[in-house]
């Protein structure tokens, strides 16, 4: 099987093939009867080395939707805490049969080796690793972002054309950042990285994006602000500025947000701090897409695991929805 472990591993006309089965996923979910057979039979493991709430919870909706037998594993409680190897768990899920592994992992680089080491057979998918990639929170973002700014029914070709989306904060520890960067370099958007000089990545030169350090400046020309999570926990003191120089420069207020253009949309993969890159006030507002960003995972994730498991059956009843 295919695996999906990098957002800039997609063609356009593959970022834009899952878009569009996710709309028809999204379609599912306002019948009376909110299930599809496609997976029945197929058992999708959620291999998850790190914390998480929208991620894991939405792979484990998607693939109940499709039918398929799902089985949690988180590394707290598990083996994994005795010191077993990534190999030795790999070896055992094989064991039960896993059609598809979705890891989340602190290891920049493991779904990869997951998926290059012959320990499993079947699909990977990075749900997370380190600070490297997070390529279906950028599918899921750039639904949100379509549907938004675009409409669903936006067809090859027009996908985010000519956007400007500004992706703000801790960029050098942010996985989000690095795949949406990628993805919406794909689907021809404009992106502009806004950080303080110390959370800028080493290499940025070679991304596909401009660099701001003037928030204020590259606001009233952002067709979209995706605000990113201070992430305290892979920080290194020296890194930040304080909390309160940081969350001025940086974070996005109510008086921020009114110097966007009217249509535009503020955007966060989750989880907040609220006060510190994001105010209550923008969180709690209309143009504030986190829930329908967290809504929008869901039919993604199904039409991840669809088009790298489904096999030979149309998803839903369309000609465009055929197996990769
Ligand atoms: N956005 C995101 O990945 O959230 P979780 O860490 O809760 O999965």
Known sequence: PGHLISAGDLSREEAVLILDTAEEMARVADRPIKKLPT??????????????????????????RLSADVINFSAKGSSVSKGESLKD??????????????????????????????????????????????PTQALLDAFTLRRRLVGADAGLGRDLEGRRVTIVGDVLHSRVARSNVLLLHTLGARVTLVAPPTLVPIGVEHWPCEVSYDLDRVLPASDAVMMLRVQRERMNAAFFP???????????????????????????????????????????????TAVEQVANGVSIRMAVLYLLLGGNEPAVTTSRTEAR
């Open 39 to 64: 997976l029945r039979g197929r058992t999708v493991v959620n291999l998850f080395f790190e914390d998480s709430t929208r991620t894991r919870i939405s792979f484990e909706a998607a693939a109940k």
């Open 89 to 134: 768990t790999a070896l055992t899920l094989e064991a039960m049969g896993a059609d598809a592994v979705v890891i989340r992992h602190p290891a920049s680089g493991a779904p990869y080796r997951l998926a290059t080491s012959g320990w499993i057979e079947g699909a990977v998918v990075n749900a997370g690793d380190g600070t490297h990639e997070h």
């Open 242 to 288: 304080t909390e309160r120089e940081y969350a001025r420069r940086y974070g996005l207020d109510g008086d921020r947000m009114r110097r966007m253009p009217g249509t535009s949309v503020v955007m966060h993969p989750g989880p907040m701090n609220r006060g510190m890159e994001i105010t209550a006030e923008v969180a709690d507002s209309d143009r504030c």
